[in-house]
């Protein structure tokens, strides 16, 4: 089974336990709060569909773990939902905090409903996760308390890490090894909590959970790099809209660091103040030409081995465990 | 004892559990970030101290309740703390959806950081509190999942409140009869899941648990209705800044759903925009001679009737059962 093939089996149980779990806020009374929060899962609204869901790969990394560990990933989904609950939180959140309006090639929840809304339905998500652990009582009851734990401190890190990202705005001197802990909390932590909770589910020993929560761990920041890659040298990134590209929204991303650090003609150029849509294409090739595209590349690759490296001491079993293989790769050769 | 002395005691080791909790995000890198928590908790920055922490009364109650079912109340801290958590993570995100610029005589945290920020430390809260709660796991393991189901609902019922509450803003043609489920999810949720928390932790059979639980509701619908009028006929509200008045800030408060009623010359004036500083005095005075004031004392006063009369059937044991009786009495004559 390849991984396309596990995709299409997967996912359509896992959007009915989404729907199950939003269904708790479907009541007459606050019906237009129950329709943002379909609207933003990418159920309802203008331009619904697999495009407007994203692509899940959260709780596909937890289930597929789960049966790479010879256990049915099928009483694990409240969890699954957990996680992609947990980050669907952070990005309406997020998208407040940065002002984007746009998600998945639809308006975001604030710019259709305003902020006080968007932070409540940011804040209902996370509340949804918290009640979606709750139905892995039955079938886990002993590993269910160790399942919250790893979200509730992987959360602390998210905020940690949107602190990190939020503060470096506005800092100048950042060099390279900042990066690191910054994308450690907003990325890594909810990918490592995926395989980790996985690998528990699907009855793995300490020492399988560790290198599974390890592999979650490298992924993440591998898929972090890449996102990072395609915000300066990805196709919409140079010749969609500006705010595609990470050179005028001023984000601190990889590539952007590495240029500050080398100190050369993007460094002075960056130190100057925004920058335009005119010159996104020739400050992209000056970055590539100082060798931030090489260090991303290569960067990315490092984890991406990495992460291969680590599920290979899980020995992971049958066609989920090539599916994870090629998750690995598949994330990392993405164009968007 | 007194309520008072009770207090004295109490409050101080709640601080402290209060404080090893949020003491998680102390860490040099994020340290910035902790202290935004600190300075919302009333323990750091300009006017810190016990104006600025607020009254901590849900905790209060949670803890009360536990020792009027004659349990020992210092195991609950964890619980006590997470109610506290969970009622200031939804102040923060409030102050920012109302862009409330003061809260317990200081700046809000939106006000002195910038609202991506505030939405940050009110997740931060609010996952703390999920954390607190994973601390009661050695000594209540067979009562925590049930205590985090009241807190998850309890949540999502905050946020159903919410929604109402600020789709309240807009609507035209609301009656009385939409203000309490409005108040119930907004306020009466969580006061109920501290009595009901309390009372499961403090041994109460199901029964007990049950009129328990409906003094924590009865008791957060008079505290709501009481605030109510203090929004209008309470000092600062009178003779304060125009933004003490719930008249200049258009909310949907019980008097003025009672105003809007009576069709009269209030409804003429409120259905014609803003009312200003000026007019608040005289306005408050037609609302009074319109009914409202009679009607709102009358509708805190039947609620916390029923909350003394569930307490009662509660049969609260020794001074902890005195000191909540002294606690519903002063919910509703206290002056801020």
């Not at 309406?92 to 984007?100: G, L, P």
């Not at 734990?149 to 990202?165: M, S, V």
């Not at 490296?309 to 690995?328: H, I, K, T, V, Y």
Request: glycine share 8%; proline share 3%; charged share 20%.
């Amino acid at each position: 089974m390849t991984l396309e093939t596990f995709f299409n089996t997967l996912i359509p149980s896992l959007e009915s336990e989404l729907q199950h779990q939003v269904a708790r806020l479907d009541e007459s009374r606050t019906r237009p709060f129950y329709e943002m929060l379909t609207y933003h899962m990418g159920w309802s609204g203008e331009g619904a569909g697999p495009r407007a869901t994203g692509k899940r790969i959260r709780p596909l990394l937890l289930l597929l773990t789960t049966a790479a560990c010879g256990a049915e990933w099928h009483p694990t989904l409240p969890a699954a939902a957990a996680v992609e609950f947990i980050h669907n939180f952070s990005l309406v959140h997020d998208d407040i905090q940065d002002q984007s309006e746009q998600r998945r090639g639809r308006l975001t929840v604030w710019k259709n409903w305003g902020k006080a809304h968007a932070i409540n339905v940011g804040d209902a998500l996370f509340i949804l996760a918290h009640l979606s652990l709750l139905d892995l009582k039955a079938r886990y009851s002993e590993e269910l308390l160790t399942v919250e734990a790893i979200i509730d401190h992987t959360c602390l890190n998210l905020t940690r890490g949107q602190f990190l990202d939020m503060s470096y705005e506005n800092q100048s001197g950042l060099t390279i090894k900042d990066y690191w802990p910054m994308v450690a909390g907003k990325t890594a932590a909810l990918f490592s909590a995926c395989t980790h909770i996985g690998a528990m589910l699907g009855g793995a020993d300490d020492s399988t959970q560790e290198v599974y929560r390890a592999f979650g761990h490298y992924i993440g920041l591998a898929f972090q790099v890449h996102d990072d890659f395609l915000g300066i040298w990805g196709d919409s990134a140079l010749t969609g809209k500006s705010t595609d590209s990470d050179l005028s929204t001023g984000k601190k991303s990889l590539p952007v660091l590495y240029g500050l650090e080398q100190a050369g003609v993007f460094a002075q150029r960056w130190v100057e103040g925004p920058i335009t849509t005119n010159e996104i294409p020739l400050l992209a090739e000056q970055l590539t030409h100082e060798g931030a595209k090489t260090f991303t590349q290569d960067s990315r690759d490092k984890m991406t081995d990495l992460a291969v490296q680590s599920l290979r001491q899980a020995n992971p079993m049958g066609e989920a465990g090539e599916a994870l293989f090629d998750l690995a790769e598949q994330l990392s050769n993405r164009q968007s």
